[in-house]
T-cell receptor, first 110, second 114 residues
Framework: GIQVEQSPPDLILQEGANSTLRCNFS?????LQWFHQNPWGQLINLFY???GTKQNGRLSATTVATERYSLLYISSSQTTDSGVYFC????????????FGAGTILRVKS | EPEVTQTPSHQVTQMGQEVILRCVPI?????FYWYRQILGQKVEFLVS????????KSEIFDDQFSVERPDGSNFTLKIRSTKLEDSAMYFC????????????FGSGTRLTVV
């Protein structure tokens, strides 16, 4: 099946810093989503982005489908950005399920 | 914004007991899913459900697990005889293929087997 790798596994930032999280995937995808898992365990959908670039406030994401990677940018980080960021993809061939990466644990210090 | 609703948010059960986790997917969605996340690990696919039947299941989804859509709105996951290793966060999700919204996840049920 499709493989999803996220980097870095852990990231510690000072409040106000910027960061880039990366997601590599091994095959063509129908769907790619970025999620933020908050301290209560909830999965918050950040972006649906199988290709192209989207922005939402301090967050933006870019997926280059032909090169099989996606980037999540966090600018001017805040302590509330802390948590785990997951990339998840839907395989174009064996679709109709999302396959998650292992996540990036982000800690923003004040 | 439409939501996927899961109940209960927390459940503690004795080993060997049956549990039923409940979900109300978004009303116009066609595919329904259950995922599991053991503490500190990645989110894992369990099962997908379409047109009133299982469309795909993972190797985790063995005979102890079953899913049902008993009426037009609810979608349930039953674990027949819980084991300690079933302790996890269980997420329900729903989707409409081909739309620009992707999968919508519920807030999860944290199951603790003691």
């Amino acid at each position: 099946g499709i493989q999803v790798e996220q980097s870095p596994p852990d990231l510690i930032l000072q409040e106000g810093a910027n960061s880039t999280l990366r997601c590599n995937f091994s095959d063509s995808v129908n769907n790619l989503q970025w999620f933020h898992q908050n301290p209560w365990g909830q999965l918050i959908n950040l972006f649906y982005i199988p290709s192209g670039t989207k922005q939402n406030g301090r967050l933006s994401a870019t997926t280059v489908a032909t090169e099989r990677y996606s980037l999540l940018y966090i600018s001017s980080s805040q302590t509330t950005d802390s948590g785990v960021y997951f990339c998840a993809v839907e395989d174009m061939e064996y679709g109709n399920k999302l396959v998650f990466g292992a996540g990036t644990i982000l800690r923003v210090k004040s | 914004e439409p939501e996927v609703t899961q109940t209960p948010s927390h459940q503690v059960t004795q080993m060997g007991q049956e549990v039923i986790l409940r979900c109300v997917p978004i009303s116009n969605h066609l595919y329904f899913y259950w995922y599991r996340q053991i503490l500190g690990q990645k989110v894992e696919f369990l099962v997908s459900f379409y047109n009133n039947e299982i469309s795909e299941k993972s190797e985790i989804f063995d005979d102890q697990f079953s899913v049902e859509r008993p009426d037009g709105s609810n979608f349930t996951l039953k674990i027949r005889s819980t084991k300690l290793e079933d302790s996890a966060m269980y997420f329900c999700a729903s989707s409409v293929p081909g739309t620009a919204y992707g999968y919508t996840f519920g807030s999860g049920t944290r199951l603790t087997v003691v």
